[in-house]
């Protein structure tokens, strides 16, 4: 069974731009959700979706926003981008949304200069 | 407000000894533990994971013992390989299936 998949790896990108970064979880699971990993904080809550719908959310600003399609596939987009959102973004997918076990992709590592 | 901690950001083992990673946490609604290892350029897997209602959770080299008077958990590995050495996650979960939250991470070293 394929893992969960991330894209893109990496990503350069200039203050005030915005970003779209995709994740595709594990066939059949529903849940995903997307946390940002900065050095020294671990990982940071964002949100999760759920069948199409947003479940729970971290305390990010309104900039950090997702959605989910029917397939599962997620999508995480950063509008108006600041230095400090320099990260790695991890997603991870669960079979239910109450599942106490996640399965993490890859990660995409976002530069913002 | 950091709910989990991890407060030694790092740890150095000899290979064969025991490596023990402690966490700890502040609120007492957490009702399930689980802790992750991450390697460079990928991401977190799950290690292995231990409920409220138990102390102590064994698999392989990996046990996990929860303390809950304390709100203390540790991990610990025995005997130590090499390949250990990564960044290991501690996680806890609020109940009623919300977020996990994780702490910010020990990078362990485990010298051959």
């Known amino acids: 069974k394929a893992g969960v998949t991330q894209t893109p790896r990496y990503l350069i990108k200039t203050r005030g731009q915005q970003v779209t970064l995709s994740c595709s979880p594990i066939?059949?699971?529903?849940?995903v959700s997307w946390y940002q990993q900065t050095p020294g904080q671990g990982l940071q809550f964002l949100f999760e979706?759920?069948?199409?719908?947003?479940?729970n959310k971290g305390n990010f600003p309104g900039r950090f926003s997702g959605r989910q399609f029917s397939n599962s596939r997620s999508e995480m987009n950063v509008s108006t981008l600041e230095l400090g959102d320099s990260a790695l973004y991890l997603c991870?997918?669960?079979?239910?949304?109450?599942?106490?076990?996640?399965?993490f992709g890859p990660g995409t590592r976002l530069t913002v200069t | 407000d950091q709910q989990v901690k991890q407060n030694s950001p790092s740890l150095s083992v000899q290979e064969g000894r025991i490596s023990i990673l402690n966490c700890d946490y502040t609120?007492?609604?957490?009702?399930?533990f689980l802790w992750y290892k991450k390697y460079p350029a990928e991401g977190p897997t799950f290690l292995i994971s231990?409920?409220?209602?138990?102390d102590k959770n064994e698999d392989g080299r990996f046990t996990v013992f929860l303390n809950k008077s304390a709100k203390h958990l540790s991990l610990h590995i025995v005997p130590s390989q090499p390949g250990d050495s990564a960044v290991y996650f501690c996680?806890?979960?609020?109940?009623?299936?919300?977020?996990?939250?994780f702490g910010p991470g020990t990078r362990l070293s485990v010298l051959p």
């Open positions: 609120n007492s609604m957490f009702d399930y």
């Open positions: 996680a806890a979960r609020k109940p009623y299936g919300q977020n996990f939250v």
């Open positions: 991870a997918s669960s079979l239910l949304t109450s599942s106490y076990e996640q399965y």
């Open positions: 979706y759920f069948s199409e719908t947003q479940r």
């Open positions: 066939s059949g699971h529903r849940s």
């Open positions: 231990i409920s409220s209602i138990k």
